[in-house]
């Protein structure tokens, strides 16, 4: 059997085009991705899982967790016939998404995009045929790559790229800790680590925030966050557990210790495009290059993108959303005009 449509990705883009698709009488199947430690924990339904509260949705004027809205998200697109791939080949009782079944959920290993139907590989020896493919993996946290820096994380000593899944640890309660970035991310990061934390620094290498004016102010006006301006982090120091980071100063190239607790980056994020393996054409930053701005096609025809795999500029919910609408608008119409019903 060749499926008409396969989603790789279970972010909002990717269950949005899967309630599309499944709605169109496609019955899409989703590669939703198993959850994983890859040093920072990914997770299927992407991001948002790594979310607390999201205001900014619409439609939820109280506002709802990012885990809830993805419940949300995948229950509906299964509603109307999407199909996940998993261990035993079932769709799993997405209505209790407590019961740990995301763990039967498969990974895309890799694609074959150089004869038709596509191939889609996914663990062990599966492989799925399809005549159109809906890329929506979107991208994950990026690190510093310091030697300490992935020993620590990977042993949990102290060392995380999300505040919000690990900032309520016992370690780092009334502690001082230290987040890394300028941008949204870290003014984010940094303010629900108050919550927690006796002190935050924040650790910026320029002496300006690249955050919105709005986000920049919330950092520089909350008192138990202090901005270190344009110092580096260079090493990670501690055995077992962070004791202190080493910063060095960018104009003047002195070093210091600052003693912390923990230590959170927030340096952006990386598509989740090598398992592509060049067959796609991608952007200098790896991100999925569009055919069309306003489309969501791409270099090889009968394969869409939707998401923050395609997009480093926007990287909402919402946004994320609209482009997984667009991406099963778009495949829909190219089946039909390859008389594929
Ligand atoms: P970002 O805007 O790209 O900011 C990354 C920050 O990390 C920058 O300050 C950058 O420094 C710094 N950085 C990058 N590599 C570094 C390195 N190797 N060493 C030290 N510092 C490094 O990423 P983001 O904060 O994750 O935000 C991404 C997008 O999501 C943005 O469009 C943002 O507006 C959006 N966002 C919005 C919200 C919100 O509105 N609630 C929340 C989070 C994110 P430089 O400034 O020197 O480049």
Known sequence: ?????????????????????????????????RPKQV???????????????????????????????????????VRFGTRIQTDDGQNPDVSNPDDGHAYKYHDCTRIDLSSRPFKVYGEGDQVVEAH????????????????????????????????????????????????????????????????FASKVYMIHRRDQLRASKIMAKRALDNPKIEVLWNQ????VLGDQKISAIRLKDTRTNAESELPVAGLFMAIGH?????????????????????????????????????????????????????MGCKAALDAERWLAEHGIE
């Open 132 to 195: 159109a493919i809906i890329i929506a993996t979107g991208a994950t946290a990026n690190w510093l790559g310091l030697p300490n820096e992935q020993r620590l994380a990977r042993s949990g000593g102290g060392v995380s790229a999300c505040a919000v899944c690990d900032g309520a640890l016992p370690i780092f309660r009334n502690r001082e800790l230290a987040v890394v970035g300028g941008g949204d991310s870290a003014v984010e990061e940094a303010t629900y680590l108050t919550k």
């Open 1 to 33: 059997m060749v499926e008409k449509i396969v989603i790789i990705g279970s972010g909002p883009a990717g269950w949005t085009a899967a309630i599309y698709a499944a709605r169109a009488n496609l019955q899409p199947l989703v590669f939703a991705g």
């Open 270 to 322: 990386t598509p989740a495009t090598a398992f592509l393996g060049g067959q796609l054409e991608l952007d200098a930053k790896g991100y999925i290059k569009l055919k069309d701005t306003y489309r969501t096609t791409t270099s090889v025809d009968g394969v869409f993108a939707a998401g923050d795999v395609v997009d480093s500029v926007y990287r909402q919910a919402v946004t994320a959303a609209g």
């Open 232 to 235: 580096v982090v260079v090493d």
């Open 39 to 77: 040093p920072a924990l990914v997770l299927p339904g992407g991001q948002l899982m790594l979310t607390t509260e999201v205001e900014n949705y619409p439609g939820f004027p109280e506002g709802v967790t990012g885990p809830k809205m993805m419940a949300f998200f995948e229950q509906q697109a």
